[in-house]
């Protein structure tokens, strides 16, 4: 059975929280909350060679120390291969799935869309002898659909201009609405498994009813629901909310050196965020604890308050970025 609020937070243990991380954090947590929801915690570690050992532990004493403390047990990813193979096992059994041998040049000739060349070409190999070097598409015979976002209001399929921005380096179709979507990878060559697929079946065996993260998922959002359509699974609710970015289109990010979140002012971080998100909310001596700030911003959280814009820009010195050459 399903709880009636079920809502995630699910970092990569790739680098440390940062403001735009907290953000997400305190959003989905306070969201979750506001309902008497669950709060869950997944680490997203399935691109295991950009993880880095022990960040888990930072990102665990992060949280803590801003009170975001999570139900149930925390689920890696990287423990969870034997799931996400049966699940392929099944699509390729029954005809959903097959293997696609195209690289990068050859999809990049085809316009930068992959245009379904491997569906039909009968690659003959077994589940216990795949051909090397392929990955595993999905047959997506769907259109990509508008969806209400339950903090951005309908939104419209748009292009994916920036496939990295959703961990697998895959060149997504044009999202204009009534295209068709492309058939996604759920195994990619390099033979990890897709974050489009793992993040889709994680939300499925974590019962998730709600998922809020930021804008720069908005654009494949409707891609996602594609495939849990495909995949015979109940869509979650959607919510984006603003990412930071300390100029247009640079959002915070791991890869920009973002930097790591002060565990030492948390009260003055959590009305950073709330305000960040278009609250008015109190200075921090307001507060005694951090257990009182979570307690008014959960009060103070309505869906309708938070601004709507895709980005917000924050201060550069949030950034290593631009003091240090890359």
């Known amino acids: 059975m399903h709880n009636k609020y079920v809502g995630r937070f699910a970092p990569s243990p790739s680098g440390q929280l940062h403001f735009g991380s907290l953000v997400t954090a305190i959003a989905s947590y306070v969201d979750a909350k506001s309902q008497s929801g669950k709060w869950l915690l997944r680490m997203e570690d399935i691109d295991e060679p950009r993880c880095i050992a022990g960040i888990d532990k930072d990102i665990f ?41 195209c690289t990068r040049k050859q999809i990049k000739a085809m316009g930068g869309i992959y245009n379904g ?15 090397a070097d392929s990955a595993i598409r999905l047959k997506l015979d769907t259109q990509l659909a508008p969806f209400n976002d339950v903090i951005m209001g309908v939104v419209e399929p748009q292009p994916v201009l920036s496939p990295s921005d959703v961990h697998d380096n895959i060149n997504y179709a044009s999202m204009g609405s009534g295209i068709p979507a492309e058939d996604v990878v759920l195994k990619r060559r390099d033979g990890l498994f897709s974050y489009n697929l793992v993040v889709i079946l994680d939300d499925v065996f974590q019962q998730i009813t709600h998922v809020i993260r930021g804008c720069d998922l908005i654009d494949v959002t409707p891609l996602q629901r594609a495939v849990y359509e495909a995949l015979g699974y109940a869509t979650p609710e959607y919510g984006h909310i603003p990412v930071a970015a300390v100029a247009p289109g640079r959002k915070l990010s791991k890869q920009n050196r973002a930097a790591p979140i002060n ?37 103070a ?26």
């Open 301 to 326: 959280w309505d869906r309708k308050k938070v601004a709507k814009t895709p980005e917000i820009i924050v201060p550069q010195h949030e950034s290593t970025y631009y003091n240090e050459p890359l």
């Open 263 to 299: 565990n030492k002012t948390p009260i003055d971080n959590i009305v950073r965020v709330m305000r960040f998100l278009g609250f008015s909310f109190p200075d921090a001596s307001a507060f005694e604890d951090v257990s009182t700030v979570l307690t008014e911003a959960i009060s």
């Open 117 to 131: 060349h491997c569906r039909s070409k009968g690659i003959s190999a077994s589940l216990s002898n795949p051909p």
């Open 61 to 101: 004493v992060t949280l803590e120390a801003h009170g975001l403390h999570w139900d149930d047990t925390v689920i890696y990813q990287s423990q969870q291969h034997a799931r996400y193979q049966a699940v392929l096992d099944k699509l390729m059994t029954e005809g959903l799935a097959y293997y696609c041998t």
